[in-house]
């Protein structure tokens, strides 16, 4: 699918990879509906694509609320026309010792990671059937292939949103909609931003990756049709798929590659007490 005159929902898109996913997906010249709770940073990310010459609507949203994300469908209809493409983008993430996070913490992680996703693709869905064209993109994570320590429930949220994409991708394959999920490991001026400016630093086995190299996977997901990307410095399909063949070796890499150790010291400068 070409970008050019498309209507994209943006979830997400005022914090993290969310605006440089807006900028790219601009200068395609893609229309933007952008939802975000930050209504101030949502505002310039729309008039930044606005300087593109592409049509772009901020409206502010709290996705884990079922009827902001309806509001979020009608107005986009309303505003721009049919949904083309939605990105699920936006996420929160807690990382704890599982013991001390709040039952609060889990349902918000479930409701936003996982339930949001669900439902805006239920609500956009009908009507991307209906013109027998459309596209659905899922921002999952590495850490829903990889389910590291001290961040079992946005792992578990991010393993269920690989598994909706690859269901739907099944379901309504031949009917004209692509369904991708992207998954990126920890992204500079993405959700590591918050742990890095705390002093923690990723093991070279693990690494960062430049946010342009996500916001091209998404690019590269709807206008090629991909149904799955993942995204780091370092080549992880080959050790995905063995771990996935061993539990025993994936803990092993897990503790080797110097992630346990990470993970450890995040949720320690998380909650320092």
């Not at 005159?5 to 010249?29: E, Q, W």
């Not at 772009?56 to 083309?84: C, H, K, N, Y």
Request: glycine share 8%; aromatic share 4%.
């Amino acid at each position: 699918m070409q970008l050019r005159g498309r209507n994209v929902v943006l979830t997400g898109a005022s914090y993290g990879i969310g605006p440089h996913i807006a900028d790219t997906l601009a200068k395609c010249g893609a229309n933007l509906l952008l939802a975000a709770r930050s209504a101030a940073e949502l505002a310039g990310v729309a008039e930044r694509a606005r300087q593109c010459g592409v049509k772009a609507v901020a409206i502010p949203t709290d996705v884990a609320l079922s009827d902001q994300r309806l509001a979020l469908i009608e107005r986009t209809q309303a505003e721009l026309g049919p949904i083309d493409v939605l990105v699920n983008n936006a996420a929160v993430e807690t990382v704890s010792p599982f013991d001390t996070v709040s039952p609060a913490q889990l349902e918000r992680e479930v409701a936003v990671n996982l339930l949001a996703p669900m439902a805006l693709t239920r609500l956009a869905l009908p009507g991307m059937l209906e013109r027998g064209s459309g596209h659905v993109v899922n921002i999952s994570s590495l850490a829903g292939l990889v389910a590291p320590s001290h961040a079992e429930g946005y792992a578990a949220t991010k393993s269920g949103l690989i598994a909706f994409t690859r269901s739907l991708r099944r379901e309504y394959r031949g009917r004209g909609i692509g369904f991708s999920v992207v998954c990126p490991g920890f992204v500079a001026e993405g959700m590591w931003t918050r742990h890095a400016n705390r002093g923690v630093r990723a093991p070279l086995l693990v690494g960062v990756v430049e946010v342009e190299k996500v916001t091209d996977a998404v690019v590269s997901a709807i206008g090629e049709g991909r149904s799955e990307l993942v995204v780091t410095p370092r080549p992880m399909r080959p050790l995905l798929a063995v771990a996935a063949l061993s539990p025993s070796f994936a803990d092993w890499v897990y503790r080797f590659s110097g992630a346990a150790d990470l993970y450890r010291e995040m949720a320690q400068r998380e909650s320092p007490a």
